[in-house]
């Protein structure tokens, strides 16, 4: 992250931590205040625009409850049970997983 990205985030998150709604002007004076320099509007502007009434406290707590998990496939039944319909369903639950990763529009080298 650059210098004014790095600056925004952390004046947004010290806003967040005084319970104080953020602004870009808000912003733009913290970042004053700590004589960090070579911050243009735009990045307050950005930050303010993207956290626009959401609880960045939330945001930081519930990091991983975004992500969405395959469903697991279900045991087969008792008293002998055919076992080539679940091994057809664990191949789709893979394949599945596999596209998802294509979905996002980014690769490891992007």
Not at 13 to 28: C, F, H, N, R, Y
Not at 37 to 55: H, Y
Not at 60 to 77: L, Q
Not at 84 to 97: G, L, Q
């Amino acid at each position: 992250m650059s210098s004014p990205e790095l600056a925004s985030s952390y004046a947004a998150l010290i806003l967040a931590d005084d319970g104080v709604e953020v602004t870009s002007d808000k912003l733009q004076s913290l970042i004053s205040a700590a004589n960090v320099e070579g911050v243009e509007p735009i990045w307050t502007q950005l930050f303010a625009k993207a956290l626009e009434g959401k609880d960045l406290k939330d945001l930081i707590t519930n990091v991983s409850s975004g992500a969405g998990s395959a469903p697991s496939a279900s045991a087969p039944a008792a008293g002998g049970g055919d076992a080539a319909p679940a091994k057809e369903e664990e191949k789709k639950e893979e394949k599945v997983e596999e596209e998802s990763d294509e979905d996002m529009g980014m690769g490891l080298f992007d």
